[in-house]
């Protein structure tokens, strides 16, 4: 597959529901998720087809993607459907300069920093990594609860969930948000109508005000196959302007500029980070060998400074993930799940750890107009560790599964992973 990247810049207030609440104000997104994107897309293309078919316009027709059914059909409704990553915010202000970043990344959630100056250094006390040093210390039977290496004073898990490297320094990715009211019309008179006020959470198109704001823009990616991807990169330059993200467009909200990238090969190579994580993992278990020897020493007959000889890696979540298990929603990615996904059988495949959490998504189906069912999602940001003795069997099984992603409703940008993600390298005495 192709790969896609897109960098999208908001033109007006963006209102990226979050999910319907009770209330009478609509919460809001702090990113672009991949299903709304998609929904942008597939509209834009039905309405330019129809567009041609009105002016009858053969010449255009030829070269326009949305003329071909079966293309649109390959797109988004065919055995290998386009990907849509979620979009997550990309600008940093360096020096009253602005860069925009390609690779977002999301924290995992076994990071943690200082409580009371969150955040990377050197304008706070450093960001550090917990799994590594938590797996060593369940397995040499002991406790671990670390203190800040700055001040020595509590941590607690991070504010914010995206993160970028710039020249060896680490940068979290925010945006603003703020509400606009409004008064419900009455159709009939075309006047306000008594007792309907209501509110829309929405993120800023800018980041500050004067005569140099700070643009807002989202990096995401369309992973296709290859003989769509210079068709679908074509359009989207073609009708940059002409895309609506979110809800209430028709009120001047959702306006956005949409550039697509040159197409890239999709995937990864895995091997020399599976390996630098393991030689990582081995080097910190020695270190913990002065609390004395594993507790599964005697039982495995393993000496104390191995790891028995198994291969370790983890999965990361770049997005929620829609997961079941025997037509039951979970949060934990088990073996025999992991093993079907990727339908690699290995009975030495073991779970090693799992630090996750969930929350419920809903949202709107334009095409058919109805509400979408409320789904039991696992967040982004979760980590499951594990461990084989058969590595050979796994880098090529993994390396596709970071492309094609894990769990249900994927073309959307669901269960996006990040194998081995280099963040958790870093550990206690070297926060960032």
Known sequence: MKRIQLEIKALSPLAIGRQKPGGSVSEVENYIPGTVIRGAIASQILQQYRQDEQTQQAERLRQDFSHNGGDFQTLFLGETPAIFQNAYPAVLNIDDEFVIQDEIRVLPATALSSKTKSGFKPENNGVFDTLIDRFCAERYGHLYDPNCPTDGGRVDTVDFSFYSELNDEYYNHTVSKRLLTRVGINRRRATAEEQILYSIEVLNESESKGKNPKPVIYMGAILVTDALADSLKEFINNHKEGFRLGGSTSRGLGKVKMDAKLPVDAKPKLADKINQ???????????????????????SNCPADRLCQRTYFTLDLQSDAILSEQWRRTTVISAAMLQQFTDVQDTSLKLEAVYSSYDYRSGWNAAWGLMKDVELVTNKGAVYLFSTTQKNDWIEALEKLEVQGIGERIPEGFGQVRVCDKFHLIIREEAV
């Open 277 to 299: 994580f393991n030689d990582t993992l081995q080097k910190r278990w020695n270190d913990w060998k002065v609390f004395g020897n594993p507790l599964e020493e005697q039982m």
